[in-house]
């Protein structure tokens, strides 16, 4: 349907545009690099279609190109480049973490209560296995009433891709307090409290939580299956398991 419209309106910019989302999804950078530029042919100073192509460009390790669309990105934001966060990205993405952490800590130090920024130099630090550095970003950047969870969530991920279970844990509840609208921290959080029996109980709260707000993932009902078959209640694990695997039957783990 997308294509069609192309070739109905040769100068829809949108349809190009989301054409090459698609084809980042399908990891073809190369189709999807094509698709953007069409799109910023029309539309030079669209946000969306520049990172579209920055994303594609660094895929494909087209530095100096890459290094191009940054600045024009930086431009289109009306950010003086050397505190542009999508410069920052691009310049880690393109193997300079030296300058990239330069260009955020400015961005970070000109707008405080820019989350993005943050949370891309506390990714750059846990890159570099900076664990400490990167949650003490997240710590000290200034998060409103909207931001505070999703800064609680991101520092929960730092620690559980460290392995340092408990600190996640810890994170990851009260973010779960804060907003119990999140299946993918609530699931997480129930994920690592399962592995204690002194927590099963919390954790199959979470878990059904997560589970009635997202009723159709095979993550949650995985997670919730596991619970069941903890508490010794088979017919309910199997039921559940048999869900997850019947919403992801490629994925060996839920077989």
């Not at 997560?210 to 694990?237: H, N, Q």
């Amino acid at each position: 349907a997308i294509q069609a419209l192309i070739v109905e309106r040769p100068d829809h910019p949108a349809a190009y545009y989301t054409m090459g989302l698609l084809h980042l999804a399908r990891q073809q950078p190369a189709d999807a690099r094509a698709q953007f530029e069409m799109a910023i042919s029309f539309r030079p100073k669209w946000v969306e279609a520049l990172a579209g192509q920055l994303e594609a460009l660094t895929r494909l390790g087209e530095l100096e190109r890459a290094k191009e669309i940054a600045v024009q990105l930086a431009d289109a934001q009306g950010q003086p480049l050397e505190s542009a966060v999508p410069y920052g990205l691009a310049l880690q993405r393109l193997g300079n973490p030296k300058d990239a952490e330069q260009v955020l800590r400015a961005a970070l130090a000109q707008r405080p209560k820019d989350f993005e920024a943050a949370q891309a130099l506390a990714g750059l630090y846990e890159q570099q296995g900076r664990i400490d550095q990167a949650v003490e970003v997240l710590h000290d950047a200034t998060a409103d009433r909207r931001t505070a969870a999703r800064r609680l969530f991101a520092i929960a991920q730092i620690y559980h891709r460290a392995g340092r279970v408990k600190e996640a844990v810890q994170a990851y509840r009260e973010g779960a307090l804060r907003d119990e609208h999140s299946p993918i921290m609530l699931n997480n959080l129930a994920y690592l409290l399962a592995a204690d029996e002194a927590t099963l109980d919390e954790a199959l709260r979470w878990a059904s939580r997560a589970a009635e707000l997202a009723p159709d993932s095979p993550d949650v009902a995985d997670t919730l299956g596991w619970l069941w078959f903890r508490r010794g209640d088979l017919p309910r694990a199997q039921r559940t398991l048999e869900r997850a695997v019947g919403r992801a039957p490629r994925v060996p783990e839920f077989r």
